[in-house]
């Protein structure tokens, strides 16, 4: 039912023009996939640096709720733009990328990313003033920096894994376990 | 001028930035012409939309 | 004299350096040279396809995939380190915290990011060396790299070695804008490989 539901709304943005124009065009989705790519860089580097902050990594003389604040814009202008430019991969390509088993799986990390995220600054915002000179945040901030680090990992592994057709329902017909990964449609003819 | 001084790490870090900027300058805005060059040959006008490797 | 005694005031070691790989390489750039050194790399690069790195990437796609995922990780995590210190520098962030502190710690990430970028690289690039000897673009983005290491380990750490005050504060945007830029050509020449090759 899911699975339907999926692929007609993809069958409906494959189908707008732009969408196709997108796809084949080699400048435009280069770029876009370029920029998605690269603004990882902004996005994951500012997390990285706070997260190994609260785990006592990098910059362990600087306090914490600093750290957090300060590179909290530059990660955010990174994470928005990676979500644009994220959307418009989605949608040159909307047919194969939503029956891929990295992409759904990458679906449900963001999600987690976005609950650990959320935890994290809740528990940071209630708790910083006592600990925030420490070398180390306490266990609860650190577990939250290990999750990010490990989710948002998972996620950039799941992202450059959709690149790659191994379980792609085009491919697969006689496969069943690969069907079922992909949520691929019986008699399907758009892939 | 303040106290900053121009010893030998001075001189060496400005003049290999101005080099390392002039020729990163240099390189893109020379893939920014090929690349316009490319689309100009490819359909007679600059269309991003399109692929200019396909014909 | 300065703290490290190393460079005496009257040395111009760096600089002459600076000056003496800049004639190398417009020689080596406008002459038959390139071309003559090129031709000779290629027995190199097909001998990387059969090193184990480069086997283990052409057999194993899910290897090349995921190796290709942490060298983007590792890219991250340079990334950081370099915007980091790049904008303490130019005045961006962390202005209130002493230079010395945020440059120091940057590094350090910097290394462990520059490290894990230089071995996952260096499997990658062995398993698909026989196509990217071909692609002018790789060969930009290994003289980026090149340039960006020398520049990182040879002129910005040496000259950070100075408090922040006494560096001509000109010289030290330049600096910081020219990292910038040189680390973004550096992953955005890397990524267009990708492109070329198809």
Redesign the interface.
């Given at each position: 039912m899911i699975n339907e539901l999926i692929y007609d709304f993809a069958i409906w943005l494959d189908d707008s023009a732009w969408s196709t124009l997108l796809h084949e065009s080699y400048y435009m989705y280069n770029w876009v996939e370029s920029i998605h790519v690269l603004t990882l860089v902004v996005c994951l580097g500012m997390l990285f640096m706070i997260d190994l902050r609260m785990l006592g990594y990098a910059l362990p003389n600087v306090p914490a709720s600093n750290i957090a604040r300060r590179l909290n814009m530059p990660m955010l202008i990174g994470f928005a733009i990676m979500f644009i430019t994220g959307i418009l991969l989605f949608y040159a390509v909307p047919v194969r990328t939503s029956q891929s088993v990295w992409f759904r799986v990458k679906m449900i990390l963001l999600v987690a990313c976005a609950v650990n995220a959320y935890l994290f600054h809740r528990r940071m915002n209630e708790s910083v003033s006592s600990w925030d000179h420490d070398t180390k945040a306490p266990d609860r901030i650190r577990f939250g920096a290990i999750f990010s680090l490990g989710f948002w990992s998972l996620v950039v592994i799941c992202g450059r894994l959709v690149a790659y057709d191994w379980f792609d329902c085009e491919y697969t017909d006689s496969d069943n376990f690969s069907q079922l990964l992909s949520g691929c449609i019986a008699g399907q003819e758009r892939f | 001028m303040n106290d900053s001084k121009w010893d030998d790490r001075t001189i060496a870090a400005a003049s290999s930035s101005v080099i390392i900027l002039g020729a990163l300058l240099y390189y893109w805005v020379g893939e920014g012409q090929s690349m316009l060059e490319l689309l100009e040959l490819a359909y007679g006008s600059v269309k991003f939309f399109n692929n200019p490797l396909v014909f | 004299m300065?703290a490290l005694g190393s460079?005496s005031?009257t040395?111009?070691?760096?600089?002459i350096?600076?000056?003496v790989l800049?004639f190398i390489l417009l020689t080596f750039s406008f002459t038959d040279l390139r071309y003559q050194t090129w031709l000779r790399l290629y027995e190199f690069f097909l001998w990387l396809e059969t090193t184990p790195f480069g086997v283990i990437g052409k057999t194993w796609?899910?290897v090349f995939?995921?190796v290709?995922?942490?060298h983007?990780?590792a890219?991250?995590?340079?990334?950081?380190?370099v915007?980091?210190g790049d904008?303490r520098l130019l005045g961006w962030?962390?202005i209130?915290?002493p230079a010395r502190?945020?440059l120091d710690?940057?590094h350090?990430?910097f290394v462990v990011g520059l490290t894990v970028v230089l071995i996952t690289g260096i499997f990658m690039a062995c398993g698909v060396a026989g196509k990217i000897y071909w692609l002018p673009v790789f060969w930009?983005k290994m003289l980026?790299l090149a340039?960006g290491i020398f520049?990182v380990f040879f002129?910005?750490r040496?000259?950070l070695?100075?408090p922040l005050?006494?560096?001509?504060?000109?010289?030290t945007k330049?600096?910081a804008?020219?990292s910038m830029?040189?680390w973004?050509?550096v992953?955005?020449t890397g990524?267009?490989i990708g492109?070329a090759g198809s």
């Open positions: - | - | 300065s460079t005031s040395s111009y070691g760096k600089t350096t600076v000056a800049l796609g899910a995939a995921v290709e995922a942490i983007l990780l890219m991250a995590l340079l990334g950081g380190a915007i980091v904008a962030l962390f209130d915290v502190e945020i710690k940057a350090k990430v930009y980026a340039t520049f002129i910005r040496p000259l070695r100075h005050e006494e560096i001509h504060p000109r010289v330049l600096i804008i020219s830029l040189l973004f050509t992953a955005a990524r267009w492109f």
